[in-house]
């Protein structure tokens, strides 16, 4: 596993990952020629911010490849990553929505492809298909309960393992949910960016991680990571 100076940690993508629904991929007729007129395909690279928290919204960006991270930052500069988004995850909808400023930032942690679509054109995208307004309050109900389970995986483990363990079956379902029935694990994230979804330091991630594969409840391979008891996870995380 990288340490926080390398490019990514052991942790999620050991194989070609099960394409995830598209936002709005559904639509009929009409609305989904609207769609795809006003939806222009781009692609960043690492580091790359499709916006920034405080930052009045633009865009709203529909995930085809690749992942970002989501974080806040305090008044004192500690940045908390809330989730990693990927394929098939809408982001920017809920400050386009409210026409208020991006409440988190997100930057791109691997090469990534998405479908960026101006604010003002979306709105009125909206308003002139009703099934593309039913589709945006399904992803609005999908993003509320993202942002529980960030929550829920922040505030109720008591230890710093329990955070990780949550972490690490929160990728696990993920990965079980597309399809997949391995248990093995690629995750484009520095230690350092790992502790920042754990609320800890890159050197409890590190010695947290490294008790986990003594006592085997994971196994690391050099850039994979499987998980070999995630019933130890389950009673650390609750």
Known sequence: MRSATATSC?????????????PFAGLSGGAQVQFRAIAT???????SRLFTEDEMPKSIFVVCSGRVKLSVTSREGKTVILRIAGAGDLLGLSAA???????????????????????????????????????????????????????RRLALPTTVAG???????EWLDDRLEKGSKERRLVVPL????????ANTSRET?????H????????AVHG????????????????
């Open 190 to 197: 520095t230690q350092e960016e790992i502790a920042g979804m």
């Open 97 to 151: 929505l409210s026409g208020n400023t991006h409440e988190v930032s997100a930057e791109v942690v691997e090469p990534c492809r998405v479908k960026a679509i101006r604010a003002k054109d979306f709105l009125v995208f909206l308003q002139k298909y009703p099934e593309a307004s039913m589709e945006a309050t399904r992803c609005i109900l999908n993003e509320y309960q993202t942002t529980f389970s960030n929550m």
């Open 223 to 238: 850039v994979s990571l499987t998980v070999l008891q995630p019933q130890i996870l389950q009673q650390l995380a609750f």
């Open 211 to 218: 008790q986990f594969q003594r006592e085997k409840v994971i």
């Open 10 to 22: 052991a942790m999620y993508r050991s194989s070609p990952p099960v394409p995830a629904a598209m």
């Open 41 to 47: 395909e781009m692609n960043y690279t690492r580091g």
């Open 163 to 169: 955070r990780l363990a949550n972490l690490l079956l």
């Open 205 to 209: 991630v590190s010695r947290i991680l």
